[in-house]
């Protein structure tokens, strides 16, 4: 059996656009989101998060519900139009008042919250004053922490600025399947910069004596599909834009050179300013990683359109592993991987899993949802959790990714990624196998 530390935190994870529906209640403002999802041809099925999960009027039953599972932490992420509806000025008092009972249930039931400042809700005023690819969204975003962090401070001790900046910046402005739906090469990289920035500037605004700070990053292991050169480079790149874009800023103050070579026919530099790369690279109290599956790449000898901008002669090859309802191969050892290079290659920091977990097509039975494809995807990646904690790496928790299926962006309300089922015309939620199997994996602290 493995185990892990007494101290070792076991949570799930959602964010708030996914779940929370409401969106036009208690003052909140539209965001990016809420404006892509209205465009014609943009989510399928014309799916919107408008109602979702209903998370904003049910959430005393979704945290009886973690409770119940034995959750130790709860991970959910705090919209930013509900707390400032046109983001910036003063706080929304209904809107942090959502997040205060959210937070004081949390703690009622045991369980830590563990809030993210931003899971990709940017409110749209902002977008229509340029977006991520505009320095003065960073400014803004610390001044929205400093109100989230002023309400919520003596409840909340453990922060995340910032959820999966690549996404924002590549899938937001480089291939425009995320909102705001630009496909401006230019704009993602200088959006990658000033979600950087937020991030240290937000860092900055909040953190004290009582609150410990970090970041979370979709990061992933890179394999070449052979030895060629032009494969070992296309892994190289791709290891570049997905991992070190974000990590060596991070952890080591400074843009890898490779990268920004890469990056050098996309547009220069000019935009990072003296200074900024000293502030991204101040010390992280923690680093959360996301992490679903690897990456297999080789060289291409045609143009291949990505998210990849700088990098159009790579390719995704094929594993031959088994995949998920998304598509995404199923190899728990990338997590190994990628966390034992994390150890080798970066200073300590204290790690989490801030998600995990699959979207399969799960059947609704008259006795539940009998997802053991799931729960085999969840122990085989705990399993890598336990290894490397084995072999020293200073992992301190893991989050599944998710407690409730919910809008899964771009692919609408299809993938179910919940290990508790949500029936969308009733909201009626119902505990799948693998729910019950993670509590009892909590129970036992292990597997
Ligand atoms: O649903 C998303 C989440 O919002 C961010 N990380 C990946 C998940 C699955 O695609």
Known sequence: MSTFDPGFLWGAATSSYQIEGAVTEDGRGPSIWDTFAATPGAVRGGDTGAVAADHYHRFPGDIALMAQLGLRAYRFSLAWPRIQPTGSGPANRRGLDFYRRLTDTLLDHGIQPRPTLYHWDLPQPLEDAGGWAVRDTAERFAEYAALAHEALGDRVTHWTTLNEPWCSAFLGYATGRHAPGRREPAAAVRAAHHLLLAHSLATEAIRDADSHVGITLNLTHVDPLSTAPADLDA???????????????????????????????????????????????????????????PMLVAGSTTPVQ????????????????????MGWEIDESGLLELLLRLKADYPAVPLYITENGAAFDDVVEDDGVHDAYRIAYLDGHLRSCARAIDRGVPLKGYFVWSLLDNFEWSFGYGPRFGIVH??????????????????????????
């Open 235 to 293: 892994a190289r790149r791709i290891d570049g834009m997905q991992n070190r874009l974000f990590l060596d800023p991070l952890l080591r103050g400074a843009y890898p050179d490779d990268v920004l070579a890469d990056l050098h026919e996309v547009t220069g530099f000019g935009h990072v300013h003296d200074n900024d790369l000293k502030r991204i690279g101040a010390p992280l109290d923690h680093l959360g990683i996301n992490y679903y599956a």
């Open 306 to 325: 990505s998210a990849y901008v700088g990098s159009p002669l790579v390719r995704v090859a094929d594993g031959g592993r088994p995949r998920t309802a």
């Open 422 to 447: 949500v029936d969308y015309a009733t909201q009626r939620r119902t505990p799948k196998d693998s729910a019950r199997w993670y509590a009892e994996v909590i129970r036992r602290g292990g597997l």
